[in-house]
T-cell receptor, first 112, second 111 residues
Framework: GESVGLHLPTLSVQEGDNSIINCAYSNSASDYFIWYKQESGKGPQFIID?????DKRQGQRVTVLLNKTVKHLSLQIAATQPGDSAVYFCAENMNTGNQFYFGTGTSLTVIP | AAGVIQSPRHLIKEKRETATLKCYPIPRHDTVYWYQQGPGQDPQFLISFYEKMQSDKGSIPDRFSAQQFSDYHSELNMSSLELGDSALYFCASSLRTGGAFFGQGTRLTVV
């Protein structure tokens, strides 16, 4: 399953399928990006980050892709599990600033 | 591993009262951030500190103030509370050029 950020803030996928969550970031000067997972009533949990000198970074079951040309970030989750159900946010940061701007979250629901 | 600690976890205040939220960053982190998150909303940046000095300021109301102390813990002071201040308040910490790690938040309810 795949989301398109602002236009599809919810995403439902079958357990075991791959998920793709998209994010369009706003500032071309942003050079550091983080994906966060937030479960209900909890704080955002750091999943994976990527700097602007890279276009791909892989973690455990997750891959982040960065396309600076179109200011687009995506999070791919392999073999999605029920525990992956949460709201996912991308956050951008400029090296000159001490703040992370959060994009609109995407709610991922994994169907067993 | 040590995480960001926030206290209290829950707080109920009446309108026009004051509230103080505390944040203890991850050891050796030099930057602290405060965010406000309303129901179904994205976290909104309020303010950040680097090495105990205010670094960046976001959409923080004038009724709110914050500081970072010599031991790097931070406090968010909120006065003349309004119903609209009811939200989750998160603190995060990072190294200057690293990712921000969030605490579990303080749920503030203004009645």
């Amino acid at each position: 399953g795949e989301s398109v950020g602002l236009h599809l803030p919810t995403l439902s996928v079958q357990e075991g399928d791959n998920s793709i969550i998209n994010c369009a970031y706003s500032n071309s000067a942003s050079d550091y990006f983080i994906w966060y997972k937030q479960e209900s009533g909890k704080g955002p949990q750091f999943i994976i980050d990527i700097r602007s000198n890279m276009d791909k970074r892989q973690g455990q079951r997750v891959t982040v892709l960065l396309n600076k040309t179109v200011k687009h970030l995506s999070l791919q989750i392999a073999a999605t599990q029920p525990g992956d159900s949460a709201v996912y946010f991308c956050a951008e940061n400029m090296n000159t600033g001490n703040q992370f701007y959060f994009g609109t979250g995407t709610s991922l629901t994994v169907i067993p | 591993a040590a995480g960001v600690i926030q206290s209290p976890r829950h707080l109920i205040k009446e309108k026009r009262e004051t509230a103080t939220l505390k944040c203890y960053p991850i050891p050796r982190h030099d930057t602290v951030y405060w965010y406000q998150q309303g129901p179904g909303q994205d976290p909104q940046f309020l303010i950040s500190f680097y090495e105990k000095m205010q670094s960046d300021k976001g959409s923080i109301p004038d009724r709110f103030s914050a500081q970072q102390f010599s031991d790097y813990h931070s406090e968010l002071n909120m006065s003349s509370l309004e119903l609209g201040d009811s939200a989750l308040y998160f603190c995060a910490s990072s190294l200057r050029t690293g990712g921000a790690f969030f605490g579990q938040g303080t749920r503030l309810t203004v009645v």
